[in-house]
């Protein structure tokens, strides 16, 4: 069974890039045709759909984040990443890495890592 | 950007009741739309795909329907561990988003 498990700094300052890393386990990530996405839940609202990425490298990313996101893939180590640039205090959530099951086009999310809370104070 | 929104914001339901929670979007979504269950401190999990389809392990008192716009998820009798924040998801077009939540309490 499948399990990701997020990871990286949980304080982050303003201006700068938030950069989180999901590790992949009890599966390749490059096999099954399997995308692999991040997520975000802000305080207290509801969830918002950040990125998804291929093994190969594809990507489709939320264009309300304006182009701050950066999603990439290291199948040698399986793990793929997140950069979010130019943070403020409203990117300050809980951040989620997830697995989508292979179809045509990514679609929704069937396996989820934990959650990682990312604070962005000075 | 599709706007998806649910009803009611909270739910208050026995135990042993029934359970039925709204999804509505802003322009049709023909059945791509999922159902997730969260609980406090939890990541969200998935309940239903394809508007009706029920994700591995999901007990059959889960049951979703709808095409279109309006969706509906319905928990045929509430367990105590269906006490969550219940979210839809469409993915129908671009950006995928997601609705604000229906909380469902115990009444």
């Known amino acids: 069974q499948v399990q990701l498990q997020e990871s990286g700094p949980g304080l982050v300052k303003p201006s700068e890039t938030l950069s989180l890393t999901c590790t992949v386990s009890g599966g390749s990530i490059s096999s099954g045709g399997y995308y692999w996405s991040w997520i975000r839940q802000l305080p207290g609202k509801g969830l918002e759909w950040m990125g998804y990425i291929y093994y190969t490298g594809r990507t489709y990313d939320n264009p309300s984040l304006k182009s701050r996101v950066i999603i990439s893939v290291d199948t040698s180590k399986n793990q793929f990443s997140l950069k979010l640039t130019s943070v403020t205090a409203a990117d300050t959530a809980v951040y989620y890495c997830?697995?989508?099951?292979?179809?045509?086009?990514?679609?929704?999310?069937?396996?989820w890592g934990q959650g990682t809370l990312v604070t962005v104070s000075s | 950007e599709i706007v998806v929104t649910q009803s009611p914001a909270t739910l208050s339901v026995s135990p042993g009741e029934r359970a039925t929670l709204s999804c509505r979007a802003s322009?049709?979504?023909?059945?791509?739309l999922a159902w997730y269950q969260q609980k406090p401190g939890q990541a969200p999990r998935l309940l239903m795909y394809g508007a009706s389809g029920r994700a591995p392990g999901i007990p059959a008192r889960f049951s979703g329907s709808g095409y279109g716009t309006d969706f509906t998820l319905t928990i045929s009798s509430l367990q105590s561990e269906d006490f969550a924040i219940y979210y839809c998801q469409q993915y129908k077009n671009w950006p995928r988003t997601f609705g604000q939540g229906t909380k469902v309490e115990i009444k």
């Open positions: 322009q049709s979504l023909d059945n791509y």
């Open positions: 997830a697995r989508v099951p292979p179809t045509m086009d990514p679609y929704y999310f069937d396996s």
